[in-house]
RNA sequence: GCGGGUGUGGUGUAGGGGUUAACACGUCUGGUUGUGGCCCAGAAGAUCGUGGGUUCAAGUCCCACCACUCGCCCCA
């Protein structure tokens, strides 16, 4: 027991009933944004360090040392196993040229990303992320589209009940006079604030706002709000949000309490929420990062997305006791009594397979009894049962049984396939 | 990195110092010659998370470690 080979930590089997969710969600993804006319390309899993270290900023280093996984190469250089995608795609967009396309380039990708932090309910260190990201664009209808893309999914799949939270993280223009009222705002009740707070305080102000502390609502229903210190020009962005919103009766919540820590995150900021999905209540989570393509090197481009974890939505889907489409059932089940007979079953059932019907083979070295065959078939979910015994070899027949109920016939071997086709779309 | 909870066949549990570790579900086989579900009979499957300690005796008590889990930190 204890020697066995087990998981490594934060991993996760994802097991075929579990997976049928997870394929619910990637189609309904792949519908959605096809939908709004966003295309689907890979990113690489590993990038370079730096993509990560360089473009979450300064003041964030604390994560980059201590919650990616990085490996140095023989040569020295390092590289990371991707923590997000939003990088990976702003730099697949500059060094493929993509600002020479028509823009904006709307595009998604689903796949794994990694943290090494401590699993806790939709938390794990893999876990696979429905990324969508429009480049290229500054216009707050772009803003709109993503989150409209989010929300659509989510109906889509039959959620109800979410509650879509939105504010503006600012600019470098007005971020920073906004992060000076509110440290001045928090200063005056130092000794109020929790360890933890105060901290935060001196290390990220804004972090200070979705402090979990007792206490802190109270306290913070008075602070600053970012809404009151924009620019005229976010304060444009955020307003032609919330009217695009309106006029398509999304409704929403103001959060003054949302926030972003890191640096290239402009102006829209938004979340969707649901209850029960553990402390982690954001189903997804997204926002404009205007100021990202130049931390990492590139020409100033604008951008606006969101991520949302699969893991997170299938947890959320049978929270909300969302129930999947029933398992496609094994139509046919080839039993036979060995020798001869299994070579003829053997036969039949690549030559269904070979016309696309799917067929299951019973199995056995040394012949089984048909009861054993027949409970395996039933325990399958196999509507008929296609018997090749002796007789039915000598005539050149089949014996269908259906298992749901009804009269067993003889089927000539060589109408087997197009028996099989009629029944198939029964 | 920190804190709480939990570790007994595949799954869910019982057993709280006394020797063959129990039950349910699941799995497999059989209930005459080639026919599933229900029923009946039987079988396989657990060194009780790991290591140490206390004791004549430890799933049972003690300690440590590990894993899982929930939360904190952090959240890209």
Redesign the pocket.
């Known amino acids: 027991?204890?020697?066995q080979i087990?998981?490594?930590?934060?991993?996760?089997d994802v097991l075929p009933e579990d997976r049928r969710y997870w394929d619910a969600v990637i189609a309904a993804a792949e519908r959605v944004a096809g939908r709004f006319g966003f295309q689907r390309m890979e990113l690489p899993i590993i990038e370079a360090e730096e993509l990560?270290s360089r473009?979450?900023g300064e003041?964030?280093d604390?994560?980059?040392q201590?919650?990616?996984y990085t490996l140095t190469e023989p040569d020295g250089s390092r590289i990371t196993l991707r923590?997000?995608?939003?990088?990976g795609f702003m730099r697949a967009y500059i060094q493929n040229g993509m600002s020479n396309w028509t823009q904006p380039v709307k595009l998604y990708t689903i796949g794994p990303s990694f943290?090494?932090?401590?699993?806790?309910?939709?938390?794990?260190r893999q876990h696979s992320q429905f990324n969508c990201e429009v480049l290229g664009e500054d216009d707050p209808a772009a803003d709109v589209e993503v989150m409209m893309l989010a929300m659509s999914l989510y109906r889509e799949l039959g959620y109800t009940g979410l509650t879509f939270q939105l504010n503006s993280t600012g600019c470098p223009v007005c971020k920073p006079v906004y992060i000076k009222a509110l440290v001045a705002y928090l200063d005056g009740y130092r000794e109020q604030l929790a360890d933890?707070d105060k901290?935060?305080l001196s290390?990220?102000p804004l972090?200070v706002l979705?402090?979990?502390?007792k206490g802190m609502d109270a306290l913070l229903a008075g602070a600053p709000r970012i809404a009151d210190h924009l620019c005229d020009d976010c304060r444009e962005h955020f307003a032609e949000v919330r009217g695009l919103l309106d006029e398509l009766d999304q409704t929403y919540t103001i959060n003054f309490r949302l926030?972003?820590?890191?640096d290239y995150?402009t102006k829209t900021v938004f979340e969707v929420w649901q209850e029960g999905?553990?402390?982690?209540a954001a189903l997804c989570?997204g926002g404009r990062y205007d100021g990202l393509a130049e931390d990492i090197g590139g020409p100033p481009t604008p951008g606006v997305g969101f991520?949302s974890g699969v893991e997170r939505i299938v947890l959320g889907m049978k929270e909300q006791g969302i129930a999947l489409p029933p398992a496609p059932p094994v139509p046919f089940y080839l039993?036979h009594?060995g020798g001869a007979t299994k070579m003829a079953a053997t036969q039949l059932a690549f030559r269904l397979r070979a016309a696309g019907i799917p067929a299951r083979l019973a199995f056995?070295r040394r012949g089984?009894?048909?009861?054993?065959?027949?409970?395996?078939?039933?325990?399958l979910g196999?509507r008929y049962?296609l018997?090749?015994?002796?007789?039915?070899?000598t005539q050149g027949q089949v014996?269908a049984?259906?298992?749901?109920?009804g009269e067993?016939t003889r089927v000539p071997a060589g109408e087997l396939v197009a028996w099989a086709r009629a029944r198939l779309d029964e």
């Open positions: 027991m204890s020697k087990q998981r490594v930590t934060g991993m996760q990560f473009g979450v003041g964030s604390f994560f980059v201590k919650e990616m923590p997000e995608f939003t990088a943290r090494r932090e401590r699993p806790q309910a939709g938390r794990l933890i901290e935060r290390k990220n972090r979705d402090s979990k502390e926030v972003r820590g890191i995150y999905i553990g402390a982690q989570g991520g039993a009594f056995s089984r009894s048909l009861k054993s065959q027949m409970r395996e078939a039933d325990h196999a049962v018997i090749v015994g002796e007789d039915e070899l014996t049984r259906p298992l749901a109920g067993q």
